[in-house]
Antibody, heavy 119, light 108 residues
Framework: QVQLVQSGSELKKPGASVKVSCQAS????????IYWVRQAPGQGFEWMGY????????SNAQGFTGRFVFSLDTSVTTAYLQISSLKAEDTAVYYC????????????WGQGTLVTVSS | ETVLTQSPGTLSLSPGERVTLSCRAS???????LAWYQQKSGQAPRLLIY???SRATGIPDRFSGSGSGTDFTLTISRLEPEDFAVYYC?????????FGQGTNLEIK
């Protein structure tokens, strides 16, 4: 079955960087894009963008450019989200997700990675 | 960007009741590109409905979705204890693929 397994929680100081991983299994990795979604504590979801796993081309939503970088390592079927120059307001749970086979709705989700930015 | 406004923000109901949640878009969204998710505390979201009205795999038939254009609804015909959670709509028609702010369904 389709599984997306994310890396564990991170505690970082302001100004540091973090790299969150999302390892996919149970399907052909190149067939589906990987999406990234942010959820700040007690808040709703923000769509951050996605990476085309076939071409490696990222598409970042407005507000998630510059410091937010999507990348891949197809040899280990893993997508990455790197955030640099971390700020307190980046504290959130970051989810990777994949669309359904027959719809762009996000039918498969990772378990989420909590990134806490605090001095 | 397309703003999705969900109402009400919070609902307090009892098991066995029927509930309808609303999701209104600031511009027209193709029905093919409207989804509903359920999120329980500390968990990742779960897809309930895609294409405005199609149930995802394993979703009980007490959940149904409808609507078109700018107005969409999620109906739960008879609430079970496990249905008390937060519900979100999302549109995929126009980038960025925005979410509503959620409706918190709590036990009365």
């Amino acid at each position: 079955q389709v599984q997306l397994v994310q890396s564990g929680s991170e505690l970082k100081k302001p100004g540091a960087s973090v790299k969150v991983s999302c390892q996919a299994s149970g399907y052909t990795f190149n067939d589906f894009a990987i999406y990234w979604v942010r959820q700040a504590p007690g808040q709703g979801f923000e769509w951050m963008g996605y990476i085309n796993t076939n071409t490696g081309n990222p598409s970042n939503a407005q507000g998630f450019t510059g410091r937010f970088v999507f990348s891949l390592d197809t040899s280990v079927t893993t997508a990455y989200l790197q955030i640099s120059s971390l700020k307190a307001e980046d504290t959130a749970v970051y989810y990777c997700a994949r669309e359904r086979e027959d719809s762009e709705a996000l039918g498969h989700w990772g378990q989420g990675t909590l990134v806490t930015v605090s001095s | 960007e397309t703003v999705l406004t969900q109402s009400p923000g919070t609902l307090s109901l009892s098991p066995g009741e029927r509930v309808t949640l609303s999701c209104r878009a600031s511009q027209s969204v193709s029905s093919n590109y409207l989804a509903w998710y359920q999120q329980k505390s500390g968990q990742a979201p779960r897809l309930l409905i895609y294409g405005a009205s199609s149930r995802a795999t394993g979703i009980p038939d007490r959940f149904s979705g409808s609507g078109s254009g700018t107005d969409f609804t999620l109906t739960i015909s008879r609430l079970e204890p496990e249905d008390f959670a937060v519900y979100y709509c999302q549109q995929f028609g126009i980038s960025p693929y925005t979410f509503g702010q959620g409706t918190n369904l709590e036990i009365k």
